[in-house]
């Protein structure tokens, strides 16, 4: 018998999606509620890694994920013209030929995951979050109801409620200097997996999200955190893309008013030990957000939900569970989120490929082991 009986899932995106759809599996009863009335995603697309992907097919999505999204076994780095370098073999971690990489649009990852959530059973409240919470799981909603479960927990993102109302002394998300760029465009039937553009001091990437889409990815320099007016973003990135030449380049010419951008600068929080108080834990981005350097922060946020839920089915106590849950996330995540950061700052100071490639290796090859 689980640990807990009753609980309380604050945010409704990857993480808190991923936790709902796993605890109902061992029979807990799960409200998640959602600050926004209409369940929207907003972004373009998403990288998933051989682990995210690992994660995504224990907590049972992996098919629809092939199916609407894109998953490759390779990886192309070229120059910035377009002039292939190397292919990189990447390997999956779930059985021979299994998938190394792959991509998909947010808002069809949001579907996929909002669809497992309503099948398993979860009782979802849209259009409400927190007012206050209590660490013996009492909870005060922003619609005036009140609530006691044996186990809240915060999955509601980067600028989480729960950690400000539950951790005040907790250190804020801070600017990283960067901001990423991203646009979905058509794939070309010749794109077949995802790419690397190098530059001197540049680098932009390409990701198939889809049989007909795929999206560019760029990261810019920005220590002043300007504004980006919506009206301008397709000339301030045309701008940016200007060195590259080859697909960047074809994409660079056709970008106007109407092209599908997305821009935001780049934010990082890790919560030190321990991220619960009582009976409320933080999880996903409300603990450990991240850049997108490694694209392991959904795979993170999947894996949360996983190890809490195979933890809670043990049936210990819930301290224990909560401190088992400390020990096998926090080195992890902390390895992703800084190393994340070490890369963006090489980018930013001109740091070379190898540093990069070498901080880059190590963290895949810690995430690779099992969960």
């Given at each position: 018998m689980a640990a807990v009986r009753n609980t309380l899932v604050v945010g409704g995106g990857i993480a808190g999606m991923s936790l709902a759809v796993s605890l109902r599996k061992i029979g807990v009863a799960v409200d998640l509620v959602e600050i926004d009335p209409e369940w929207k995603v907003y972004g373009a697309g998403i990288t998933l890694t051989a682990p995210s992907l690992r994660a995504f097919e224990e907590l049972g999505v992996?098919?629809?994920?092939?199916?609407?999204?894109?998953?490759?076994?390779?990886?192309?780095?070229?120059?910035?013209?377009?002039?292939?370098?190397?292919?990189?073999?990447?390997?999956?971690?779930t059985g021979p030929g299994s998938p190394g990489n792959g991509g998909i649009l947010r808002p069809v990852l949001h579907s996929i995951l909002s669809d497992a959530?309503?099948?398993?059973?979860?009782?979802?409240?849209?259009?409400?979050?927190?007012?206050?919470?209590?660490?013996?799981?009492?909870?005060?909603?922003?619609?005036?109801?009140?609530?006691?479960?044996?186990?809240?927990?915060?999955?509601?993102?980067?600028?989480?409620?729960?950690?400000?109302?539950?951790?005040?002394?907790?250190?804020e998300p801070r600017m990283t200097g960067q901001g990423c760029w991203r646009v979905v465009v058509p794939r070309p039937r010749e794109v077949d997996s995802g790419q690397m553009f190098l530059g001197k001091d540049l680098k932009a990437g390409i990701t198939p999200v889809s049989r007909d889409e795929m999206y560019l990815f760029y990261l810019q320099h920005v220590p002043d955190n300007p504004r980006m007016p919506d009206d301008r973003l397709h000339d301030i990135l045309a701008g940016q893309l200007a060195p590259f030449g080859g697909l960047v380049g074809d994409i660079r010419r056709s970008?106007?008013?109407?092209?599908?951008?997305?821009?935001?600068?780049?934010?990082?929080?890790?919560?030190?030990?321990?991220?619960?108080?009582?009976?409320?834990?933080?999880?996903?981005?409300a603990a450990h957000g991240t850049t997108p350097h490694l694209a392991s922060g959904a795979g993170l946020a999947v894996e949360d939900g996983l190890v809490l839920t195979e933890l809670l089915g043990t049936g210990m106590p819930l301290d224990h569970v909560l401190d088992r849950f400390m020990t096998r996330r926090y080195s992890r995540a902390a390895l992703v989120v800084n190393n994340s950061l070490k890369i963006g700052e090489l980018e930013m100071n001109h740091g070379s490929a190898e540093e990069q490639t070498k901080l880059m290796a190590a963290a895949m090859a810690a995430i690779a082991a099992p969960m």
């Open positions: 992996a098919e629809r994920i092939a199916a609407e999204g894109n998953v490759t076994h390779s990886l192309k780095v070229c120059d910035a013209n377009g002039l292939a370098l190397s292919v990189m073999p990447m390997r999956g971690l959530v309503r099948a398993e059973g979860a009782n979802v409240r849209l259009g409400v979050t927190v007012e206050t919470v209590a660490t013996d799981g009492n909870v005060t909603l922003t619609d005036g109801s009140h609530g006691t479960y044996d186990f809240v927990i915060g999955a509601d993102g980067l600028h989480s409620q729960v950690r400000t109302l539950v951790f005040p002394d907790a250190p970008l106007g008013p109407n092209s599908n951008i997305n821009y935001r600068p780049l934010e990082a929080i890790l919560m030190p030990l321990p991220w619960y108080r009582g009976r409320v834990l933080l999880i996903g981005d």
